[in-house]
């Protein structure tokens, strides 16, 4: 029975020297004309109607090294994979149509083929850390981190999980977890109308950290944090070019969008406090026998939603890519000290900017968007989802080459054999931060067949309503939500309630009291989910 709950956020609003003002609470995150929404269950954002996905699949790709496909076997119960020897013989038609399907390769996680990648739909993993000069074997190693996504043709799923410390065990509970949760997702997705709702949507989301949760338990693998993202074609699709962006985050493997028009957003700005400075060590939550020997750890388990147009890149990323375009860990900025208001610590330089942690992340999401924009200089050309995986591996390479060239120096290893101190004064002034580092990015669209195409300009060929809100309203707007619980005025969704029609709940107007249609189960037990069966077991 997981009994673990779930963690309650206190709103908080704030205001930094930002060029936009930013405005966090429980309900949503507000960046110039973008909104995203975000809370602990499904019922803590709008809802929105969606259109069919169609099933048929253009890309499926994970890694590294297979990614999930190793370790699991086929899913049987899908077909596939050595067909019945007690078959009939002879040159029928069912005989015929038996042989084709024995000679299939077999289904794993939803998939037959993990290795059709292609520009629009891409991963990447690396490692950050030193090369043992003699050895030639990578600290850290394996790589812990593991990837997947698949394409359809209007609609896409990303996962990323993150394994915990170093080891095989941390290795083997990240693709348990990607196996497991992208198996259950893409048995909805394959049917074409089982997603009708954004709410569905995330309710589906949550039911595949179960199934991850329970495959990791299964095969007894240890910590790993996992981000799961569906980009799903609202409802009237055929008339509006929009889509919605819906997504679960357990632990620091953030999710992004990047729109070539409206910039960067994280959408898990929900999973953290902008307002306290996060420590790097603490993943603030993970899946696998972290109480008892085999309850997660929900502390940050966070559900979010947007809305985005053709041609935004969706892309998710481990904290080894997200944390090395922190400015403190670049060094060009210092830690804000409380105690000093605003000064740097004595023990920092003070030739660098002290940056509170707003700012940090508010800097970060720029550095982040620059590295994008200088890759489509280069390129002349709107970079594919390919191309941003691609760019921001080589970026985080770069910032930190100079720890890698230190440690690997034969000379230095013999220099200063002994003066383990003097090491560390030398890597604490360089930039960077080793660990693994992984992106998968989507671009999200209408596939028609051609990978280089620009969905953006095929869009703006059809006529661009704005995306229906349940509710007869004219787009995602706070103002235009449902009226909730009209009994009561301090419903999350009543318009004179927290969730007012600027999306901002002032801190003089918290409240701890939860609505009666506002949800969120406390613990992973309390989400209805049938089947945990997995196929995944260790070789």
Same mark, same amino acid.
């Given at each position: 029975?997981?009994?673990?709950?779930?963690?309650?956020?206190?709103?908080?609003?704030?205001?930094?020297?930002?060029?936009v003002?930013?405005?966090?609470?429980?309900?949503?995150?507000?960046?110039a004309?973008?909104?995203?929404?975000?809370?602990?269950?499904?019922?803590?954002?709008?809802?929105?109607?969606?259109? #069919?996905?169609?099933?048929?699949?253009?890309?499926?790709?994970?890694?590294?090294?297979?990614?999930?496909?190793?370790?699991?076997?086929? *899913?049987?119960? #899908?077909g596939?994979?050595?067909?019945?020897?007690?078959?009939?013989?002879g040159?029928?038609?069912?005989?015929?149509?038996?042989?084709?399907?024995?000679?299939?390769?077999?289904?794993?996680?939803?998939?037959?083929d993990?290795?059709?990648?292609?520009?629009? $739909?891409?991963?990447?993993? +690396?490692?950050?850390?030193?090369?043992?000069?003699?050895?030639?074997?990578?600290?850290?190693?394996?790589?812990?981190?593991?990837f997947?996504?698949?394409?359809?043709?209007?609609?896409?799923?990303?996962?990323? @999980?993150?394994?915990? #410390?170093? /080891?095989?065990?941390?290795?083997?509970a @990240?693709?348990?977890?990607?196996? /497991?949760?992208?198996?259950?997702?893409?048995?909805?997705?394959?049917?074409?109308?089982?997603?009708? *709702?954004?709410?569905?949507?995330?309710?589906? !989301?949550?039911? @595949?950290?179960?199934?991850?949760?329970?495959?990791?338990?299964?095969?007894?693998?240890?910590? +790993?944090?996992?981000?799961?993202?569906?980009?799903?074609? !609202?409802?009237?699709?055929?008339?509006?070019?929009?889509f919605?962006?819906?997504?679960?985050?357990?632990g620091?493997?953030?999710?992004?969008?990047?729109?070539?028009?409206?910039?960067?957003?994280?959408?898990?700005?929900?999973?953290?406090?902008?307002?306290?400075?996060?420590?790097?060590?603490?993943?603030?939550?993970?899946?696998?026998?972290?109480?008892?020997?085999?309850?997660?750890?929900?502390?940050?388990l +966070?559900?979010?939603?947007?809305?985005c147009?053709?041609? *935004?890149?969706l892309?998710?990323?481990?904290?080894?890519?997200?944390?090395?375009?922190?400015?403190?860990?670049?060094?060009?900025?210092?830690?804000?000290?409380?105690a000093?208001?605003?000064?740097?610590?004595?023990?920092?330089?003070?030739?660098?900017?002290?940056?509170?942690p707003?700012e940090?992340?508010?800097?970060?999401?720029?550095?982040?968007?620059?590295?994008?924009?200088?890759?489509?200089?280069?390129l002349?050309?709107?970079?594919?989802?390919q191309?941003v995986c691609?760019?921001?591996?080589?970026?985080?390479?770069?910032? +930190?080459?100079?720890?890698?060239?230190?440690?690997?120096?034969?000379?230095?290893?013999?220099? *200063?054999?002994?003066?383990?101190?003097?090491?560390?004064?030398?890597?604490?002034?360089?930039?960077g931060?080793?660990d693994?580092?992984?992106?998968? $990015?989507?671009?999200?669209?209408?596939?028609?067949?051609?990978?280089?195409?620009?969905?953006?300009?095929t869009?703006?060929?059809?006529?661009?309503?704005?995306?229906?809100?349940?509710?007869?309203?004219?787009?995602?707007?706070?103002?235009?939500?449902?009226?909730?619980?009209?009994?009561?005025?301090?419903?999350?969704?009543?318009? @004179?309630?927290?969730?007012?029609?600027?999306?901002?709940r002032?801190?003089? #107007?918290?409240?701890?009291?939860?609505?009666?249609?506002?949800?969120?189960?406390?613990?992973?037990s309390?989400?209805?989910?049938?089947?945990?069966?997995?196929?995944?077991?260790?070789?």
């Amino acid at each position: 029975m997981h009994n673990w709950p779930f963690s309650s956020r206190e709103s908080e609003q704030y205001t930094e020297s930002y060029p936009v003002q930013l405005f966090v609470n429980h309900r949503g995150f507000e960046r110039a004309s973008e909104t995203i929404w975000f809370g602990t269950s499904p019922s803590d954002v709008p809802n929105l109607a969606l259109g #069919n996905s169609d099933p048929t699949i253009f890309s499926s790709y994970t890694g590294p090294d297979n990614g999930l496909v190793t370790g699991c076997v086929a *899913d049987t119960e #899908n077909g596939g994979g050595g067909g019945n020897s007690s078959r009939k013989t002879g040159f029928n038609r069912e005989s015929i149509m038996a042989l084709l399907e024995r000679d299939k390769p077999p289904e794993v996680a939803g998939c037959r083929d993990w290795s059709k990648r292609c520009a629009k $739909a891409f991963g990447a993993s +690396t490692s950050l850390y030193d090369q043992n000069p003699l050895t030639k074997r990578f600290t850290g190693d394996p790589i812990a981190d593991s990837f997947a996504v698949v394409a359809r043709r209007n609609c896409g799923l990303l996962a990323i @999980a993150d394994g915990v #410390n170093w /080891g095989e065990k941390s290795r083997l509970a @990240a693709r348990a977890a990607l196996h /497991g949760a992208v198996r259950h997702l893409n048995r909805y997705l394959a049917l074409g109308d089982a997603l009708p *709702d954004t709410n569905k949507a995330l309710s589906v !989301l949550l039911e @595949a950290f179960v199934a991850a949760q329970a495959n990791i338990l299964r095969i007894g693998g240890g910590l +790993t944090t996992l981000s799961v993202a569906l980009a799903l074609p !609202l409802a009237g699709a055929d008339r509006s070019p929009q889509f919605a962006v819906t997504c679960v985050s357990l632990g620091d493997s953030p999710v992004y969008l990047w729109s070539k028009t409206k910039g960067l957003r994280e959408l898990t700005v929900g999973s953290h406090d902008l307002c306290k400075a996060r420590d790097m060590r603490d993943a603030g939550g993970a899946l696998g026998p972290v109480h008892g020997g085999k309850e997660p750890e929900l502390h940050n388990l +966070t559900c979010a939603l947007t809305i985005c147009d053709p041609g *935004d890149v969706l892309l998710l990323t481990s904290d080894g890519v997200s944390d090395n375009f922190d400015p403190v860990v670049q060094r060009l900025a210092v830690p804000w000290d409380p105690a000093k208001h605003c000064q740097a610590s004595e023990n920092e330089p003070q030739d660098r900017p002290a940056m509170r942690p707003s700012e940090r992340h508010q800097y970060g999401l720029k550095l982040m968007e620059r590295v994008l924009l200088e890759r489509e200089l280069e390129l002349n050309s709107v970079p594919s989802a390919q191309d941003v995986c691609e760019a921001l591996i080589d970026s985080v390479r770069a910032t +930190t080459q100079a720890r890698r060239t230190l440690l690997e120096d034969p000379a230095r290893r013999v220099r *200063d054999a002994g003066r383990r101190q003097s090491l560390a004064e030398k890597l604490m002034a360089l930039p960077g931060k080793l660990d693994h580092a992984t992106v998968v $990015a989507y671009e999200v669209g209408l596939y028609q067949g051609d990978e280089f195409e620009l969905y953006e300009e095929t869009a703006a060929l059809r006529p661009a309503p704005r995306a229906p809100v349940p509710g007869g309203g004219r787009g995602p707007r706070a103002s235009d939500l449902d009226s909730g619980c009209a009994s009561d005025p301090d419903c999350c969704r009543s318009s @004179a309630g927290p969730a007012a029609a600027n999306g901002v709940r002032s801190a003089s #107007n918290s409240s701890d009291r939860r609505c009666s249609c506002s949800f969120a189960p406390e613990s992973l037990s309390d989400i209805e989910f049938a089947d945990t069966d997995s196929d995944c077991v260790m070789e």
